[in-house]
Every structure is written in structure tokens, then in C-alpha cells.
């Protein structure tokens, strides 16, 4: 089955500087990779997605690469505020039709005032 | 429209008690999911079911069992609940493998057992 790593589990950056967090996968077969960021006590929400057939996409301050040939795909975020201190996760998955998301442990980012 | 709804929020267990949680979904979703999640484990999944009519185990069945009442809601029941199944649990739902838009999770509930 498919295998999600995250590296590092914490990160700390200081407001305003950018944050990196990168995954790695296993099964070449993975096409779909979605990211979710959870705040303390709340429920995981998707904040964006690629898919394989693009190799980057953006959305106002973060933007998710995708290389297919390494096998890793990162989540970057700009300017960093605050309120993006929380747990953020990668996922990846295939398109079967008994295909699910396997989840990376999680990294929790700490962005300092 | 609520979404991926869950109940009850939190609970407290004595071990060998059972329960049922409950899950509900509203946005016509054909998959439905449950995680656990632990301390630096991650999100891991329990049981999932693809369509109505269809379940399968995941990475950590082991004393769990579910039920997809219909197409919106799906159960996972605990036997007799242990220590080691304190955590908390995700129910989740998706539009359907292949065609991916993430999933939809639900608020949680935090279970202990004593």
C-alpha cells in the first residue's frame, strides 16, 4: 500500500518569512494530493490540492509542487501569519475504486509574532 | 447544509463497555471514512466504506466494526472498549474514489477509556 512521509515533524518560522513542508510517497500509482491544515481541537480541512498531470498550483499565499519523478510533493506558504500556526497534513492517493487517502503523521508549524 | 456530522463529541468509556459512534453526511456523498487520531501518528484509517452496501477494513480494524446504514450515515461500533482505543475518532466522506475532491471531515469525538 501507499506510504506518506513528512519531514520534519515541527517547524518554527518567524511572521512573514516563508515555511516549506515537504512529503514524500510510494506507490507511483498515487495521483491525487491534497494537504489539510487542522487547528487545535478542530477538524482537518482541505486547503489545497494537485493532482498529477499539473506540476504546481497557487492560491493567494500557499502553492503546492508536485514532482512525480522524485516522488515528493511540498506545501509552500509566504508571508507567513500567525493564525497558520497549526497541524498540516499530506495526503496521497490513486484513482481505484477502492482507492483512500493515506496521511502523512503531520507537521506542526509555529509561526512566532 | 451541515455537512459530515458526528455524534456524540466526547465520551467516557470504562473498559469492556461498548458504544456506537455516529456519523451523518447530507452532501450526497457516495464514500464514507473513519479515522482515529492519535499523537504523532497521524490520521489512520479504521474502516471505510466505497458505496452503500460495501465495507472494508483499513489500517487498524482490530476492534471495531462498522455498519453503512444507507448512503448518508455510517456507524463504527467499539465490542469492548480498551485503553488503547482512547483517541479521536474522524468520520470523513468523499464524492467517490477516482473523481477527488478531498474528503469532508467531520468535528470529531474524543473518546477515553478508563
Known amino acids: 500500500g501507499e506510504n506518506v512521509e513528512q519531514h520534519p515533524s515541527t517547524l518554527s518560522v518567524q511572521e512573514g518569512d516563508s515555511a516549506v513542508i515537504k512529503c514524500t510517497y510510494s506507490?507511483?500509482?498515487?495521483?491525487?494530493f491534497p494537504w489539510y491544515k487542522q487547528e487545535l481541537g478542530k477538524r482537518p480541512q482541505l486547503i489545497i490540492d494537485i493532482r498529477s498531470n499539473v506540476g504546481e498550483k497557487k492560491d493567494q499565499r500557499i502553492a503546492v509542487t508536485l514532482n512525480k519523478t522524485a516522488k515528493h510533493f511540498s506545501l509552500h506558504i509566504t508571508e507567513t501569519q500567525p493564525e497558520d500556526s497549526a497541524v498540516y497534513f499530506c495526503a496521497a492517493t490513486g484513482t481505484g475504486a477502492n482507492s483512500k487517502l493515506t496521511f502523512g503523521k503531520g507537521i506542526t508549524l509555529s509561526v512566532r509574532p | 447544509n451541515a455537512g459530515v456530522t458526528q455524534t456524540p463529541k466526547f465520551q467516557v468509556l470504562k473498559t469492556g463497555q461498548s458504544m456506537t459512534l455516529q456519523c451523518a453526511q447530507d452532501m450526497n456523498h457516495n464514500s464514507m471514512y473513519w479515522y482515529r487520531q492519535d499523537p504523532g501518528m497521524g490520521l489512520r484509517l479504521i474502516y471505510y466504506?466505497?458505496?452503500?452496501?460495501?465495507?472494508d477494513k483499513g489500517e487498524v480494524p482490530n476492534g471495531y466494526n462498522v455498519s453503512r446504514l444507507n448512503k448518508r450515515e455510517f456507524s463504527l461500533r467499539l465490542e469492548s472498549a480498551a485503553p488503547s482505543q482512547t483517541s479521536v475518532y474522524f468520520c470523513?466522506?468523499?464524492?467517490?474514489?477516482?473523481?477527488?475532491?478531498?474528503?469532508?471531515f467531520g468535528s470529531g469525538t474524543r473518546l477515553t477509556v478508563v
Open positions: 466504506s466505497a458505496s452503500e452496501g460495501t465495507t
Open positions: 470523513a466522506s468523499s464524492y467517490r474514489p477516482g473523481q477527488w475532491n478531498g474528503y469532508t
Open positions: 506507490d507511483s500509482a498515487s495521483n491525487y
